[in-house]
C-alpha cells in the first residue's frame, strides 16, 4: 500500500523555503571589483557559452579573456551553463551581454540565477536523495526515512555554499548520489553512466572515484563471467564520456587545452583556509617554501593513494552496499586530506556520504556536517553569510535529533551477508574473526561516546567563534583565528575518517552481488507466468507420473 505524499511534500517545501532564504543573503563577491566572485565566474560562464563557439569555451581570445574567471570545470559544467544561459537571457538580456557584462549585478539577475540553482536542486538533486533513501533503508519506517531526506537537504554546508555563496554543487553531487542509488538496487550499468555525469560536472567528483571503482569491481569479480560484466560497464564509462567530449575530441590540440583548464597547478596546494592535512600542518612545515609545485605534486599524488587504498581494496574483496556508502566517506575524506589544490567548499564531498548514513550514526553525521559548516566560516564571513550561517546551523541542529526506530525497523537498511565474493576468502575472514571482535568493541565503545564529544567539540566550536569575534589577531599573525578554526576542524574530521574506516573493515560482502534482492522485488511485483494453469497442463501431460510418484 502507497504512502500519503502530503508529508513528503511538506518535508521538500520546507527544504525549499529554507533555499530561499538563505538566497537572500549576499553572494560571493558582490559590489567588490574588478574579480567579484563566483557569482560573477557562473555568469561569466553563461555569457561565454551562449555568445562564443563551442571550441572557444576553453580558449584564450579577445572575448573570452581566461584571466577573468575562465571555464575550467568538465563539458558538462559548459553545457549546463549554455542552458541556463538561455533561460536568463530570455528574461533579462543585458545580464549575459558579451563582455560588456562582466560585473553586471542587479536585482534582476540576481533573482534569475538563484532561481537557476533551486532548479537544479529540484531536478538532480532532490530526486537522487529520495531515490536513496527510499532504496537503502526501504525497511524503515517512513518517519526515519522523512528525516533522512530532510537532514541529507538541510545541511548547511550546501545550503551555505550553493544558495549563499553561489554555486551549483547540487549537480554532481546529485549524480553521485543517483549513481549509488542505482548501484544499490543492482543497476550498475546505469549507476557508472549517472558517476560519469558527475564527473563531467565537476572534476572533484574523482573523490568518489575509489569508492566506485574498487565496488563494481568487487560486484564483477564474485559473479560467474567477470570479464563480461567489467567489459559492460567499461563500454558505458567510454561511451558516457565519448558523448559529454565529443565536440572537444575534433582536435588533439583542443582536447589538451580543456584538460589544461581542468588542472589548475598553479593555483598551488590548497586555496585560502583549508581544514585539510596541508594547510593545518603548514603552521609548522612550509610547505609552499620548501617544495617546488611539481615535488608537491607528486607528494599529494602518494599520499592521497596511501590514504584511500585500504578503503578501495575492502569493497574489491568484499563488496556490498552499506560499504560503498562507507567508501564514499572514507575515499573522498582521503582527497580531502592529501590531494593536491583543495579549498574550502570540496569538504561538501565528504559531507554527502555521510548525509546518506545519517540514520545509521546520526551523531557522527551531527558532528561532521556542524565540523564542515565551521571550517568554511572563514569564507561565509567574508561573504557577508554570517547570519546566514547561525540560522542554518541552528535550525539544522534543532531538527538532527534522529527519531525514535520501532521494533520493527531495527533491521540493517541493506539486507547484508556474510557470504563472501567468488573467490576462496573464507579462510582469510575467519583468520580476521578474532581482531573483528576487538574493532567491534572499539566501535561500539566510540558509538557510546559521540553523543558527548560532538556536544563537547561544539561547545569548542562557541569558544572559537567568541575568541574571533571578541579578541583581536596579533599584527604578527593576522590570519592565527582563521588557522585555529580550521586546525579545530581537522581534528575532528581525522577522528571521523579513523572511525569510519573501522566500521567499513568489519562489513561483510552482500550475497550476489546485489542482484538477488532486486530480482526479490521483480517477482513481488510482475505476475509469474510460469505458473499459468495452460502451462501447468502442458507440464502434467509431457510428465504423467510426477504427481503419482510425489
Not at 562564443?52 to 584564450?60: G, R
Not at 550553493?162 to 549507476?191: K, T
Not at 556490498?320 to 582527497?335: D, E, I, T
Amino acid at each position: 500500500m502507497g504512502e500519503p505524499a502530503p508529508n513528503m511534500c511538506l518535508v521538500l517545501a520546507f527544504c525549499l523555503l529554507v533555499r530561499f532564504l538563505v538566497g537572500l543573503h549576499p553572494y560571493s563577491g558582490q559590489n567588490t571589483p574588478p574579480k567579484y566572485g563566483d557569482y560573477e565566474a557562473q555568469r561569466h560562464w553563461m555569457e561565454i557559452t551562449l555568445h562564443t563557439p563551442i571550441k572557444e569555451w576553453y580558449t584564450n581570445s579577445s572575448t573570452n579573456d581566461l584571466s577573468h574567471w575562465g571555464l575550467d570545470y568538465p563539458p558538462l559544467t559548459a553545457y549546463q551553463s549554455w542552458v541556463h544561459g538561455k533561460v536568463i537571457a530570455y528574461f533579462d538580456p543585458r545580464a549575459l551581454d558579451l563582455v560588456s557584462s562582466r560585473g553586471y549585478e542587479s536585482a534582476k539577475s540576481k533573482l534569475l540565477l538563484r532561481w537557476s540553482v533551486v532548479a537544479s536542486d529540484i531536478l538532480i538533486f532532490f530526486p537522487a536523495v529520495v531515490a536513496f533513501v527510499s532504496v537503502y533503508y526501504r525497511h524503515r519506517s517512513k518517519k526515519e526515512r522523512l528525516w533522512a531526506i530532510a537532514m541529507a537537504l538541510l545541511q548547511p554546508a550546501l545550503l551555505l555554499i550553493d544558495h549563499g555563496h553561489f554555486q551549483y554543487n547540487c549537480i554532481s553531487l546529485g549524480f553521485s548520489v543517483m549513481a549509488a542509488a542505482l548501484i544499490v538496487c543492482g543497476r550498475e550499468v546505469w549507476g557508472s553512466v549517472c558517476f560519469c555525469l558527475a564527473l563531467n560536472h565537476k572534476q572533484m567528483s574523482l573523490y568518489f572515484a575509489p569508492a566506485f571503482f574498487g565496488h563494481l569491481l568487487g560486484r564483477c569479480l564474485s559473479r560467474d563471467r567477470p570479464v563480461l560484466e567489467v567489459i559492460k560497464l567499461g563500454l558505458a564509462v567510454v561511451g558516457t564520456f565519448g558523448i559529454c567530449w565529443a565536440p572537444f575530441l575534433t582536435s588533439k590540440e583542443l582536447s589538451l587545452q580543456v584538460l589544461s583548464r581542468l588542472a589548475p597547478f598553479s593555483r598551488g596546494l590548497y586555496e585560502d583556509h583549508v581544514a585539510n592535512f596541508w594547510c593545518t600542518s603548514s603552521l609548522l612545515i612550509k610547505w609552499k617554501t620548501l617544495f617546488v609545485i611539481p615535488a608537491l605534486a607528486r607528494l599529494c599524488a602518494i599520499t592521497t593513494i596511501l590514504a584511500v587504498l585500504p578503503s578501495m581494496l575492502q569493497q574489491i574483496l568484499f563488496p556490498s552496499k552499506r560499504g560503498l556508502v562507507y567508501a564514499m566517506l572514507n575515499s573522498s575524506l582521503g582527497f580531502f586530506f592529501f590531494s593536491f589544490q583543495v579549498h574550502e567548499k570540496s569538504i561538501l564531498l565528504p559531507l554527502l556520504p555521510a548525509s546518506l548514513l545519517a540514520l545509521e550514526h546520526p551523531a557522527m553525521f551531527r558532528w561532521l556536517a556542524a565540523m564542515a559548516a565551521f571550517s568554511m566560516y572563514p569564507l561565509l564571513r567574508r561573504d557577508g553569510l554570517s547570519l546566514a550561517y547561525f540560522a542554518t546551523l541552528t535550525l539544522f541542529l534543532s531538527l538532527s535529533t534522529k527519531p525514535a526506530s520501532p521494533p520493527a525497523s531495527s533491521a540493517s537498511p541493506t539486507s547484508s551477508s556474510s557470504t563472501s565474493s567468488s573467490w576462496n576468502l573464507c579462510s582469510l575472514k575467519s583468520s580476521l574473526r578474532s581482531w573483528k571482535l576487538v574493532f567491534h568493541f572499539l566501535v561500539a565503545s566510540a558509538t557510546r561516546v559521540e553523543a558527548w564529544l560532538s556536544t563537547l567539540s561544539v561547545c569548542g566550536a562557541i569558544l572559537l567563534h567568541l575568541s574571533a569575534a571578541w579578541i583581536p589577531a596579533p599584527q604578527r599573525y593576522p590570519y592565527i583565528h582563521q588557522a585555529l578554526m580550521t586546525a579545530y576542524a581537522f581534528l575532528h574530521f581525522v577522528f571521523i575518517a579513523l572511525f569510519s574506516n573501522f566500521v567499513q573493515c568489519l562489513e561483510p560482502a552482500d550475497d550476489g552481488g546485489g542482484r538477488r534482492e532486486c530480482a526479490e522485488k521483480v517477482e513481488r511485483v510482475e505476475p509469474r507466468y510460469s505458473q499459468q494453469p495452460g502451462k501447468q497442463q502442458a507440464t502434467s501431460r509431457a510428465n504423467p507420473h510426477k504427481g503419482k510418484r510425489e
